[in-house]
């Protein structure tokens, strides 16, 4: 293994969570949501999607270097995607445990079942393909949060 593929592994696999045997990617999501609850009151929102928007950018580049070394589509160690996802679907939650477990149960839902446009980014080819089933969860995932959040606050 070169140095390149192991720098991009610790990045995508998130300092290897993704690397437990079981659901990586809901390890992947819960550190997500964790990282979230402890960063997101200590910086501004656009701060906040400045640095999801690098992540993804890391993201795909990482992810397109661990396809590349490892053959694999779309490894399941990799979990960088499901951080940016959940990063995405909290960006305007309001900054309380509950809903930020909330928000973690319907975003695991979408990338779990990937209905309609989320299945259709599932199929896209490489680390852009890695990342973006990801967000369109995320946004979905956004989007049904500020609507619940408007109904029940």
Not at 90 to 105: A, K
Not at 116 to 137: F, L, N
Request: net charge negative; with cysteine; aromatic share 14%.
């Amino acid at each position: 293994m070169n140095l390149q593929f192991k720098i991009a592994h610790a990045i995508g696999t998130v300092f290897y969570v993704g690397k437990l045997p079981i659901a990586p990617g809901t390890w992947g999501s819960l550190a997500a949501l964790i990282s979230w609850f402890i960063i997101k009151p200590k910086i501004s929102d656009p701060l906040f999607l400045l640095i999801t928007g690098g992540i993804f950018f890391i993201g795909i580049a990482s992810s397109e270097i661990i396809i590349n070394n490892t053959g694999k589509k779309d490894p399941k160690e990799i979990v960088i995607d499901e951080w940016v996802g959940m990063w995405i679907s909290l960006y305007l939650v309001q900054h309380d445990i509950i809903w930020g477990i909330v928000t973690f149960l319907f975003f695991r839902l979408f990338d779990i079942f990937k209905p309609g446009p989320i299945y259709a980014m599932d199929q896209m080819e490489g680390g852009i393909g890695v990342m973006m089933d990801d967000v369109v969860a995320g946004i979905i995932t956004c989007l049904l949060m500020q609507s619940l959040t408007q109904f029940t606050l």
